[in-house]
């Protein structure tokens, strides 16, 4: 098989791993010339890159009910070896179509020779062609202690997939893999060799949302936990979607919504000051699918509003529907020189004044005039 023909296979292949999140409508995965997938993603400091994501191959000995390349699948089989793959990704990045690279693998033969065709790819770009840049490398369930030290060591992001949010859950759709020995021992070995490096590592993870019958409590607790034991950077969702000759085809796909919802919670745990137990879930323990959580909040907070955004705090300007936390540190900032009073004055600090007016006391207008029914 050539090198083209492999590319499109193995791209193709590694569609199912998450990179990023809620980027533009100008940043969408797009194709190279050469016809192979580059994705858009944004990188730890902020900056957006695209990225070659692919797989060193996509032989498997796991069996994942979900998977498209699952051990039992008739499904055509491809791998690189690690001077073919690095080369591609120098010729791609010397014509200016790719600045980094995803790289993952299905577990060619068993783990450790899976992830050492991957770290000796990983190899060869920093030292044969002194390659700085980004690099998010997979690491594999049941990966030993040397791999993951060499990961750490050599990539700028590592994450291995949880998939689902327990045992249980897990041994419905990847029966072959152990929840705490395969996935979350490694995650703790990542994090001590992260804690070791001078330069700055990231370690992240994916659930796959919906396959294990799971509820959204469940994966936001999970998530949570992951957060605050590991310093996971992040948790990326990624919706079910069935795959033809495999166990699941019959299942349907979860809605695209539902994997938006959890990322909006995932952003109120991290970054808008919220507790799992203040994030409104049904009596099944799921996320609306009609309204965004922080809105769902504020609905049923009313006791809570309205706020004053001369007077109120930072942290209770991020419960304010419309206002995140660069807005609310903008708010803060901005009253100091004046009151804030007008509609103008929440637009031109980057308020999202449709949604925040219900919620906030501002003079222009009466707020009977103003507010809906909470």
Not at 105 to 113: A, E, R
Not at 343 to 368: H, M, N, Q, T
Request: some cysteine; aromatic content about 10%.
């Amino acid at each position: 098989m050539g090198i083209f023909e492999k590319v499109n296979l193995l791209s193709q292949a590694a569609q199912w791993d998450v990179c990023s999140t809620c980027l533009s409508e100008k940043l969408k995965r797009r194709r190279s010339p050469f016809g192979r997938w580059i994705y858009p993603a944004v990188m730890p400091d902020g900056r957006r890159i695209l990225l070659l994501k692919v797989l060193m191959s996509n032989v498997c000995e796991n069996d994942c009910y979900y998977c498209a390349f699952r051990r039992s699948r008739n499904y055509r089989r491809a791998g690189f070896t690690p001077e073919e793959l690095a080369r591609f990704f120098m010729e791609l990045r010397e014509k200016g179509l790719v600045q980094g690279l995803f790289l993952s693998s299905g577990v060619f033969k068993d783990p450790k020779t899976a992830m050492d065709r991957m770290l000796a790819c990983v190899e060869i770009l920093r030292t044969k062609y002194k390659f700085p840049g980004y690099i998010h490398l997979k690491v594999l369930p049941g990966a030993d202690h040397g791999s993951i030290e060499r990961a750490v060591r050599l990539a700028s992001r590592v994450s291995i997939n949880i998939e689902a949010p327990s045992d249980a859950h897990l041994k419905r759709i990847a029966k072959d893999k152990d929840f705490q020995k395969d996935i979350l021992e490694r995650m703790e070995w990542i994090r001590r060799f992260i804690e070791k490096e001078e330069r700055r590592v990231s370690q992240t993870t994916q659930f796959v949302v919906g396959a294990s019958e799971e509820r959204d409590r469940d994966i936001l607790k999970t998530a949570t936990k992951l957060y605050k034991d590991f310093g996971l950077d992040r948790v990326y969702y990624s919706a079910f979607q069935p795959i033809s000759d495999t166990p699941l085809e019959g299942k349907p796909p979860t809605p695209l919504l539902r994997e938006h919802r959890l990322y909006q919670a995932d952003f109120l745990l991290r970054r808008y000051g919220f507790s799992l137990e203040e994030v409104p879930f049904d009596k099944s323990g799921s996320l609306s699918l009609e309204e965004d959580p922080k809105l769902r909040w504020a609905k049923l907070h009313p006791e809570y509003f309205p706020l004053d955004p001369n007077r109120a705090s930072e942290e209770e300007l991020l419960r304010v529907p419309g206002i995140g936390p660069i807005t609310a540190q903008r708010l803060v900032k901005e009253r100091r020189r004046g009151e804030i009073r007008y509609i103008e004055d929440l637009a031109s600090l980057g308020v999202i004044w449709k949604r925040a007016l219900p919620f906030l006391i501002i003079k222009e207008k009466p707020r009977e005039q103003l507010s809906f029914s909470l």
